[in-house]
């Protein structure tokens, strides 16, 4: 195998100045703007609430806390700081301020919360849910415009009650997704933050934030104080107004498409997976495309596939998407796929990009079981590291990062195992737009994620649209609505 090393990609921040680190490039430059537009002006963000009045309580202090510097956390290892959290205000460097509007504030009674104790626990989570499907409804019924977020603070009691107590974390889960459907059966609801999320868009195509309470209370076992507030901050502007940063040399001409699929549970006990895929484009803004429905035998094969029709068509959907929003086609488009492509995929894919002048079909395997080990006993492998041959490659998007002079990671870092099934670009530049790609997930701060967001992304959308109460919405084409 060839082995080179792909440079750390850089990322614009306000007036297209660029960092390679989101941390470092929004303490300089601060945020890269409003959506697509790259304009950057002190702003307020006009929050909503639902919650119980207490909840509110705790969730304004902890406004207040984050207006504030938060020092770093410091390793007592390497006696390494983690980058500041500057605090969110106009005076800041982030050059924003969020304001909860009390004409956007739904309450819920303490009461209601109580009398969740008389049922069981699966049954307080479905009662839960009504109680902010009729808050959600109001909130939309009673303002004008719409906040620009709804935040959803929980009491200490509404998670004493509903917490899933089977896991560590602060969860509510009403049911696991491993379930096997009996005849005539349904399931009201899975993921309670998944719920939430279809309830806020559902009425009036709003984005939501949960926030738990040992977040609020800085319970350093989940993170700690800074990343807590760097993690809120960048989540919380780019769900309701803008773009913290963006990509600097992604392609103009390529438009990268990540396909992935969710179940949907239906009554009796036929399971449907629907294809979606998730658009990437320069702009920065993403772009969610749901395919059809269609039934897969598990019994056949454990991974589902796309139909020659229904791959041809789902590529069709993303070529328009772009066309309508650049008012030209791309010259490149890139599929990225955690399960092998079919011969029937390959065929589909290839009639939709007919016109199209080039295509890469890339499989990303992120459980390969290869580790390498660098001589040096010193440093793991580098981020950046590719090895390929003609259409296979390993490429490490974890790993040392010589500029920070650290491993932001605390285990043996893993290599992708990539395989390309259709390849008119060089292995370098696949690489280079995966490791690009791993910097774009605005739900976090992080330097970057192991998955590129054409992945990552696709399954955290692919679980919320798999939510029974999601099934008949016209559902947004925005990733905002569902981080």
Known sequence: MKNTFIEEPK???????????????LINFGCYGRFSKGEQEPLTIRAGFIGTLKAKQMFEAWLEKLRYRISGRIYASTNKREVDFPGISLESPLRFEIKVDDSCCQYIDDSAIRELENYDRKER????????????????????????????????????????PNIAEEKIIYERRNVKIKQGETYPLFDFHNVMKVLAYKHGGMASQIIRPTTMNFNKLVQDPATIGWNFAVATYYKATGIPWKLSELDENTCYVGLSFYKELSKGNTNLRTSMAHVYMRTGESQVIIGKPFHWDDAISKRPSLSESFATEIINDVIELYKR???VYPKRVVIHKTS??????IVGFDKALKDIELADYIHINENNGIRLFPKSEKYPALRGTFLYT??????????????????????????????????NSTPEKVAKDILALTKLDWN???????????????????????????????LPPSYRYYM
């Open 444 to 474: 976090n701060s992080y330097f970057n994620t192991r998955l590129p967001v054409t992945i990552s992304v696709s399954r955290k959308v692919g679980e919320i649209l798999s939510e029974s109460s999601a099934e008949k919405l016209d």
């Open 325 to 327: 929003q650049r008012e």
């Open 390 to 423: 003609a259409t296979k490659f390993l490429l490490y998007t974890t790993g040392y990062v010589p500029l920070l002079d650290t491993y932001c990671g605390s285990s043996i870092p893993a290599p992708l195992f990539l395989e390309a099934y259709r390849l």
């Open 125 to 164: 989570v479905a009662k839960l849910v009504e109680i902010y499907d009729q808050k959600f409804k109001d909130l939309k019924d009673t303002t004008d415009p719409h906040p620009d977020i709804v935040f959803l603070p929980l009491s200490e009691l509404t998670m004493e009650l509903c917490k899933d």
């Open 340 to 345: 092998p492509f079919t011969a029937e995929e």
């Open 11 to 25: 990322l614009y921040f306000g007036n297209n100045e660029e960092n390679i680190d989101p941390k470092i490039g």
